[in-house]
């Protein structure tokens, strides 16, 4: 078997798509996407296949290697995620041609379904508590939300208390038992992280994502000390070597790489390993597409650290698009009392629906992220 053509497809609301073609007649799909750099990681796909067109593609911890270490130059989002997505679909090959979801390739699952939880905005109180209603009214027993907006190194407290009413609404609008993330977004520095910590003791949250930004590693033990709940991050790292000084230094409690960003299957279960040798749990960031879904699933599948499953279905980016529109059968993500079921059908366990793809592809698009800027003019973090 040989690998004969790699294919992206930019396709709405901001993702990215590739296929793996083989002359055996099976293709594979993934995943590639950093939002809003979706031009220039598919470019770097296509600089991938040169190596890649003709080579065998079941040889994929081999390939995984040579697109990692070949280049000299390695890491960072763009490579990273490039590789990622062809790894997802490498894996989606094998498991198709011989007839097995890949999570049976990798020793079977632990798990048949997992836990998920609903992203539901976070910067204004009244819209954030009723996205967090209609989540709950979905069947979700989990929700996260943004914290804050813009927020300066020292601030006001009129912006804290902005936060503490937003997260009070979300809280009276759901519950005591539903599950409540709230996501710094790496918006916050140090100084003010502080500060949020201790205020936010009374709510009971499930966790606090990026209290700062993964650049300060060396804040989080500092912080952790402070925190009223397990403290999470992960997404803008891109392998086991940023993992490793993320479990060195301590104080986080769940990891959130992302498979399309981290390397893809092979790397992010490389991750996942590490990290239950740490007694750290494993939720995997997923604001993607239904190809980085399954992929999420796969692994989540076979890691006894993951506990909750992020994904994308209904959330505001997906406003041109949504999770199930590339599917061909949209009951493969079974949602059920919270839980989404592991896809068992064969590779990643989805059909992707090739003529929808051909006919978005040619709308396309260019999403970029938002520039906030501080009342003084200075750049604010988003």
Avoid at 102 to 127: K, Q
Avoid at 145 to 169: F, H, P, S
Avoid at 212 to 228: D, F, G, K, R, T
Avoid at 319 to 329: E, G, H, I, P, R
Wanted: charged share 25%.
């Amino acid at each position: 078997m040989k690998i004969t053509a790699i294919t992206t497809f930019i396709v709405p609301p901001r993702w990215l798509f590739v296929r793996v073609d083989t002359d055996a007649g099976v293709s594979g799909w993934g995943e590639p996407i950093v939002e809003g750099r979706a031009q220039t990681v598919a470019a770097a796909v296509d600089e991938l296949s040169d190596y890649l067109i003709g080579k065998d593609p079941r040889r994929i911890e081999d390939h995984w290697n040579v697109m990692y270490r070949g280049g000299f130059y390695r890491g960072g989002p763009i490579l990273m995620s490039a590789l990622a997505g062809i790894d997802q679909a490498l894996w989606d090959i094998k498991g198709k041609q011989l007839g097995v979801p890949v999570h049976e390739l990798l020793g079977g699952p632990v798990r048949d379904r997992i836990r998920t939880y609903s992203w539901i905005g976070g910067d204004r109180p009244a819209d954030t508590a009723r996205a967090a209603r209609e989540a709950v009214a979905r069947g979700f027993t989990a929700v996260k939300m943004n914290g804050t907006e813009e927020m300066q190194y020292v601030d006001t407290y009129a912006k804290v208390e902005r936060v503490l009413e937003n997260v009070q609404a979300v809280r009276d609008a759901v519950g005591p038992d539903i599950g409540l993330g709230v996501d710094f977004h790496g918006r916050v520095h140090k100084p003010m992280a502080k500060v949020l910590m201790r205020e936010l003791r009374p709510y009971k949250l499930m966790f606090i994502e990026e209290p700062v930004l993964s650049e300060h590693l060396e804040a989080i033990p500092e912080l952790a000390a402070l925190s009223p709940a397990p403290i999470a991050l992960g997404e803008r790292l891109y392998s086991r070597y940023d993992f490793k000084r993320v479990l060195q230094t301590g104080g986080v409690d769940i990891i959130q790489p992302d498979p399309s960003h981290s390397g893809g299957i092979t790397e992010t279960l490389k991750i996942a390993a590490m990290a239950e040798a740490y007694d750290v749990a494993l939720a995997l960031h997923c604001p993607l597409g239904p190809i980085a879904l399954a992929a999420n699933l796969q692994i989540d599948a076979l890691c006894h650290n993951a506990f909750i499953q992020e994904q994308s279905l209904g959330i505001h980016y997906n406003a041109d698009n949504d999770l199930l529109d590339y599917v061909v059968d949209r009951s493969v993500f079974t949602y059920e009392d919270g839980y989404v079921a592991i896809p068992n059908g064969a590779g990643l366990g989805i059909e992707i629906d090739q003529a929808y793809v051909n006919e978005r592809a040619l709308v396309g698009h260019r999403w970029r992220n938002p520039v906030w800027r501080h009342a003084d003019g200075s750049v604010a973090e988003w």
